[in-house]
Nanobody
Framework: QVQLVESGGGLVQPGGSLRLTCAAS????????MGWYRQAPGKQREIVAT???????NYVNAVKGRVTISRDNAKNTVYLQMNSLKPEDTAVYYC???????????????WGQGTQVTVSS
């Protein structure tokens, strides 16, 4: 069974930095797109950043210039480096990955359990 495990969330002051990690495990042949989403209390889940197999990235306007998404295909891992954090960044952050798995080859979308990021002084 494929699963995504997230880590790196926590409490930081405004202007601080945080690095989120999401590692996929299981019978994995390959991972297509990966990304990070977030959901604040009372708000809809939204896209933060995505990254393709080839490394093409996209960011929501609210985090452009402050956030970098990256991946290590050898480790089946995606990262989200967040700098200059703002209180508005406070949310539960969820990892996403589209994974090719076996033994019968299938392509499915997977979500992590979420990790809390709180930006407050």
């Amino acid at each position: 069974q494929v699963q995504l495990v997230e880590s790196g969330g926590g409490l930081v002051q405004p202007g601080g930095s945080l690095r989120l990690t999401c590692a996929a495990s299981g019978s994995i042949f390959g991972i297509n797109g990966m990304g990070w989403y977030r959901q604040a209390p009372g708000k809809q889940r939204e896209i933060v950043a995505t990254i393709s197999r080839g490394g093409s990235t996209n960011y929501v306007n609210a985090v452009k210039g402050r956030v970098t998404i990256s991946r290590d295909n050898a480790k089946n891992t995606v990262y989200l480096q967040m700098n200059s954090l703002k209180p508005e960044d406070t949310a539960v952050y969820y990892c996403y990955a589209q994974i090719v798995s076996g033994p019968i080859v299938t392509i499915n979308d997977y979500w992590g359990q979420g990790t809390q990021v709180t930006v407050s002084s």
